[in-house]
């Protein structure tokens, strides 16, 4: 069982879906979750072209960017690069409490289904299945083809929980930010932390 204090993973690759990411990161920093971020080469593109916020080159300096943006203390988080062996994650004797892919791209599923291990995220991903913590992915495509389908049941049958970021409309979201809420406050539940980001079904 790992402590509360153990950090979560989150790794944000270049599927589009940049906002759920930056939403989800925001939410667990301010309420004082310790994260380890990884954030592909794509998916700062991606960050860029959706939200128009652009991440610094070097891992520090997103690192302390990040935790200006979002007024938290540097200490809960770190940055860590796409070939950086060796970082905790690399590891299961430092296993994260659970790990998030959100956007997750289809190549990444693969490659996690795979058990590949090309990049540290992937590396993160596969550390997280064999020490048997909670790994979600979120992959945004559409439509999905039948490899893409088959890389997900053989994940899910190994307990991974495969989360489309595809929001309700029994809210009556009146933004977009309240459609992005409603998927993070899914992630969120997924990983055991209370929210009250999204009106659940059945509450006035």
């Known amino acids: 069982m790992k402590s509360p204090d153990t950090p979560l ?98 190549g990444t599923l693969a490659g996690i289904a795979a058990g590949t291990s090309h990049n540290l995220i992937e590396r993160a991903a596969d550390v997280t299945i064999k020490e048997g913590r909670k790994l979600v992915l979120v992959p945004r495509e559409t439509p999905f083809s039948a490899i893409h389908l088959e890389n997900m049941l053989k994940l899910a049958r190994l307990g991974v929980v495969v989360l489309p970021p595809n929001p309700g409309f029994y809210q009556n979201p009146a933004t977009v930010d309240g459609l992005v809420d409603f998927v993070v406050a899914r992630i969120l539940d997924q990983l055991g932390i209370d929210n009250d980001l999204s009106p659940r079904w059945g509450e006035d």
Do not use: H, N
């Open 9 to 106: 993973a989150l790794a944000i690759t270049g599927a589009s879906g940049a906002p759920y990411a930056l939403r989800l990161l925001q939410v667990l920093l301010q309420r004082g979750e310790r994260v380890d971020l990884m954030v592909s080469a794509p998916g700062q593109i991606v960050i860029s072209m959706e939200t128009g916020l652009k991440l610094p080159g070097r891992t520090a300096e997103i690192q302390r960017f990040l935790c200006e943006r979002f007024g938290v203390a540097e200490g809960l988080l770190r940055v860590f690069g796409r070939e950086e062996w060796t970082a905790p994650l690399a590891s299961g004797s430092s296993a994260p409490r659970a790990m998030v892919v959100c956007p997750c791209t289809t």
